[in-house]
């Protein structure tokens, strides 16, 4: 009995140990002005791919994409612009999407309005795999138990500073030894997988400049192949799109914003009236381009390829106005 005693004494002090460094821990980072933040991973990806299968899909929006429209779309302003609809983001920070959009054709439960924002370089054959990691994770290893334990970490980002792995004590010690404090980030994941951005907290020069070395990089690694080549490389994009609107779903492209050199770039590899232009006869589809409505070309891109958190609401209204124009969403009047 005394033996059982001593170990649950221990055991209790243990943790109010633990749970003090801990607790200290937290007070010491939101005194130096850090807060909690989620983190996006592909079981979080695949707790909203959950979401786009099933319910009403005749009022079911989704987006797929990369950081674009993240940053962009904002799904509480467009279930306030269309009552009784609801939306989800599927886009994947730094991939373009067609293996999502082959696994949406391929999912005989969705048959939603789908929301596809890509340029013609994404629709290009050097990119077709980019986020079939994520979506092979999420028909593969996203069981019941990753279920759990992504709604339990999303509790826990969400509350505490410490359970990002930048806080990680041994990882702390590396950054105090070498004079690395944390990084304190200009973006932050809200609960619907979108992603805010303040560029008052960000060094947009320097963003700037990362876009345009990185995008000049790339196309000189893969430069874009000829017209015809492009267009062919479209034939499964078809078939994906040709299986999700024989369901009585709708698919449309939209070519986000891009401006100043970054635009330049776009347009001297990828010139609109060979690629994107081509896109609507190669795939059935209806496509956007951000250039044809001044309410999307005017939106201030601070480092050229995103919008400030500031103008989300703005966009997705926009957004909202021309699909409605273009009959892919009913009057919500």
């Known amino acids: 009995m005394r033996r059982s005693y001593r170990a649950i004494t221990v055991i209790v002090l243990a943790l109010l140990v633990a749970g003090a460094a801990m607790a200290g821990w937290e007070w010491f980072w939101r005194t130096q002005g850090y807060e909690p933040a989620l983190y996006d991973d592909r079981d979080l990806w695949s707790l909203h791919r959950d979401r786009v299968s099933g319910g009403d899909q005749s009022r079911h929006f989704a987006v797929i994409g990369a950081s674009r429209i993240q940053l962009a779309f904002s799904t509480a302003a467009f279930e306030s612009s269309m ?5 989800t983001s599927l886009a994947i920070n730094g991939h373009y999407p067609t293996a999502v959009l082959e696994d949406l054709a391929a999912d005989e439960d969705f048959s939603g309005v789908l929301l596809v924002a890509v340029d013609a370089r994404g629709l290009a054959h050097w990119y077709r795999d980019m986020s079939e990691p994520w979506v092979r994770h999420y028909h593969r290893d996203f069981g ?3 279920r759990i334990e992504r709604h339990l970490l999303t509790a826990l980002q969400k509350r505490l500073v410490v359970v990002g792995s930048e806080f990680n004590l041994v990882r702390r010690l590396t950054g105090w030894l070498d004079d690395r404090p944390p990084p304190r ?3 932050r994941l809200l609960d619907d997988r979108t992603i805010t951005a303040d560029y008052g907290q960000a060094d947009v020069e320097g963003l700037r400049r990362h876009f345009a070395q990185g995008l000049a990089t790339d196309y000189e690694q893969r430069p874009a192949p000829p017209p015809e080549r492009w267009r062919s490389d479209l034939a499964p994009i078809s078939e994906a799109v040709s299986a999700i609107q024989a369901r009585g779903g709708t698919v449309v492209f939209l070519r986000m914003p891009t401006s100043d ?3 330049e770039l776009d347009s001297e590899n990828y010139p609109r009236d060979r690629y994107w232009d081509r896109l609507s006869e190669a795939t059935g589809a209806r496509s ?3 250039a044809d409505h001044p309410e999307l070309a005017g939106l201030e891109l601070p480092d050229t390829s995103h919008i400030d958190g500031s103008d989300r609401a703005r966009f997705t209204r926009s957004l909202v106005a021309i699909l409605v124009r ?8």
Not at 83 to 87: K, L, S, T, V
Not at 326 to 332: E, I, K, Q, R
Request: charged share 20%; aromatic share 16%.
């Open 83 to 87: 009552p009784g609809w609801r939306a």
């Open 288 to 290: 956007i381009h951000f």
């Open 144 to 146: 019941p138990q990753r």
């Open 326 to 333: 273009a009959g892919v969403l009913p009057d919500a009047e």
């Open 261 to 263: 050199r970054h635009w």
């Open 185 to 187: 980030h200009y973006t």
